[in-house]
């Protein structure tokens, strides 16, 4: 049986200002879900062409907005894994001690910067090591 089950929201990505609409069949479980692009309601600097994606998918390697978040959430994460936090609900908040701020630069394609605080230098070492095995050296600086 085939069901479609169109579903729309709207997402402000925290890695920048874009704000747009996306539609997803919610009859698909997560993992085999694409979120298509259908509406921009603001582009920001670093990605004025975002209406060129309109009816692309989030998931396709073109959109590099949606990339840099992905980008971000995954670095932060092995960054806590790195530092051995739990996996639990704190994960976040005890992730902030040893996190002063991330920011993406001005460069293109934008750096994904991390810097830490307290981290001793063989730890920021792993954690620029295990972020270049996942994406490939030059998109995340630990520092
Ligand atoms: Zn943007």
Known sequence: ???????????KPDTCTCDLEFEFD????G????HRIVNVYNACP???????????????TVVPFHQENQRKNYS????????GLA??????????QYLSRWYFDTASPRVLHIVT?????TQKSQIQTAVNTRFGAGKIVVE
């Open 1 to 11: 049986m085939f069901m479609v089950r169109l579903c729309r929201n709207r997402w």
């Open 26 to 29: 919610a009859d698909l479980d």
């Open 31 to 34: 993992a085999s879900r694409t």
């Open 46 to 60: 670093a990605h004025t062409n975002l209406s060129s994606y309109i009816s692309q998918t989030l998931e396709g």
């Open 76 to 83: 932060l994460d092995e960054m806590a894994t790195r530092l």
């Open 87 to 96: 996996n639990d609900e704190n994960r976040w908040t005890n992730l902030q």
């Open 117 to 121: 605080k307290g981290l001793t230098s």
